[in-house]
Nanobody, 116 residues
Framework: QVQVVESGGGLVQAGGSLRLSCAAS????????MGWSRQAPGKEREFVAS????????YYADSVKGRFTISKDNAKNTVYLQMNSLKPEDTAVYYC?????????WGQGTQVTVSS
């Protein structure tokens, strides 16, 4: 079993920054990717960013390219999402995913609210 826990959400004004963290624990020895998705009220969950766990380039949704940066700390089994130049439309619950052994494990989510 794998546990995924996000942290770092909150309320920020438009143009501001936040950094989300996500730690995976448990049977993570075959983890191959971690990433973030988000779900705004009344909308479907959408992909934000992902990063291969053993090397390779990160991948971003067009809506966040140039503003968000995903990074990782392999020793801590932790992935980060640095969010800059935040916009009200970035308001959503952000969910972290750990891909392990062909199964996606999701966290409970952390709320990000961007005020205009």
């Amino acid at each position: 079993q794998v546990q995924v826990v996000e942290s770092g959400g909150g309320l920020v004004q438009a143009g501001g920054s936040l950094r989300l963290s996500c730690a995976a624990s448990g049977r993570t020895f075959s983890m191959y990717v971690m990433g973030w998705s988000r779900q705004a009220p009344g909308k479907e969950r959408e992909f934000v960013a992902s990063i291969p766990w053993s090397g390779g380039s990160p991948y971003y949704a067009d809506s966040v390219k140039g503003r968000f940066t995903i990074s990782k700390d392999n020793a801590k089994n932790t992935v980060y999402l640095q969010m800059n130049s935040l916009k009200p439309e970035d308001t959503a619950v952000y969910y972290c995913k750990a891909g392990v052994g062909g199964i996606n494990y999701w966290g409970q989510g952390t709320q990000v609210t961007v005020s205009s």
